[in-house]
C-alpha cells in the first residue's frame, strides 16, 4: 500500500526556514518524479516544485525561486523541501505527490509563517 508521510512543518517567523521531508513507500520511489503543492486557506492548491526522478532536474514556482530548494535522496525513499528567507505569504499546507500513474498524495503538513 502507497504512503506518503509528510514532516517539518510548524511554525517559522518571518525570514526563518523550515526544511519538509516526505517518506515514501509502497511503490518504486526512484522510477517517479515527485512534487510539492501547497494550499492557503481559500485558495486553490498550487505547484510548488518538482524534482525529476534521478534528481537531475527541478523546477520551481516564480514565488519560491531562489528561497526554496527540492531535493531527494533516493537510497530512503525520501524526497525534500527546504525553505529559507520564508514570508507570511508561504503560509499553507504543504503536500508531496508523487507523478506515478495513480498520483498518490500524503496528508499535508501546516507551515505557517508569522513573527
Known amino acids: 500500500q502507497v504512503q506518503l508521510v509528510e514532516s517539518g512543518g510548524g511554525l517559522a517567523q518571518p525570514g526563518g526556514s523550515l526544511r519538509l521531508s516526505c517518506a515514501a513507500s509502497?511503490?518504486?520511489?526512484?522510477?517517479?518524479?515527485m512534487r510539492w503543492y501547497r494550499q492557503a486557506p481559500g485558495k486553490e492548491r498550487e505547484l510548488v516544485a518538482g524534482?525529476?526522478?534521478?534528481?537531475?532536474?527541478?523546477n520551481y514556482a516564480d514565488s519560491v525561486k531562489g528561497r526554496f530548494t527540492i531535493s531527494r535522496d533516493n537510497a530512503k525513499n525520501t524526497v525534500y523541501l527546504q525553505m529559507n528567507s520564508l514570508k507570511p505569504e508561504d503560509t499553507a499546507v504543504y503536500y508531496c505527490?508523487?507523478?506515478?500513474?495513480?498520483?498518490?498524495w500524503g496528508q499535508g503538513t501546516q507551515v505557517t509563517v508569522s513573527s
Open positions: 524534482i525529476s526522478s534521478g534528481g537531475g532536474t527541478t
Open positions: 505527490h508523487a507523478r506515478t500513474p495513480v498520483g498518490y
Open positions: 509502497g511503490f518504486t520511489f526512484s522510477n517517479y518524479g
